[in-house]
């Protein structure tokens, strides 16, 4: 059994639980950036962006090695692409909240559930999917 392997198991075997752990470290990490890079004046758009190309070579790192444990870098292209619709879909919706009257703090805010629901299904279905779900 791997080190990653080990984790895991200490954590839970439960994939979702893992996703929701790891990926809970993503957000805090991103949403972080994101204040940051808002905060500092950067439009809300770019700052998305930059934190999606952060967030995606650290999320990459934890949701292959410790969620899904298949830390091929050959399903990095899949992951990055993705994740680069489920930004599309992030700025589109955090737009859409603006027009209401949201600070971009908020709406951002008020997307991560739902981001974080379309990236476990992505993951899990698209990028991680093995031969034994791919028959199921």
């Not at 639980?17 to 949403?31: D, E, K, M, P």
Request: glycine share 8%; charged share 10%; aromatic share 16%.
């Amino acid at each position: 059994m791997t080190r990653s392997s080990r984790l895991g198991a200490r954590i839970g075997a439960s994939r979702p639980l893992r996703f929701l752990i790891f990926g809970g470290i993503n957000t805090l990490v991103g949403y972080a950036l994101y204040f940051a890079l808002v905060s500092a004046g950067m439009v809300f758009w770019l700052a998305n962006f930059v934190c999606l190309i952060f967030g995606v070579c650290f999320n990459f790192h934890l949701q292959s090695r410790y969620v899904f444990h298949d830390h091929d870098w050959r399903r990095f292209a899949r992951f990055f692409a993705g994740w680069f619709c489920i930004y599309l879909v992030q700025i589109a919706c955090i737009a859409l909240l603006m027009t209401y009257g949201l600070t971009p703090l908020v709406a951002g805010l008020i997307v991560l559930p739902g981001a974080t629901i379309i990236s476990y299904l992505v993951q899990k279905l698209l990028v991680f999917r093995t031969g034994r779900e791919k028959s199921a």
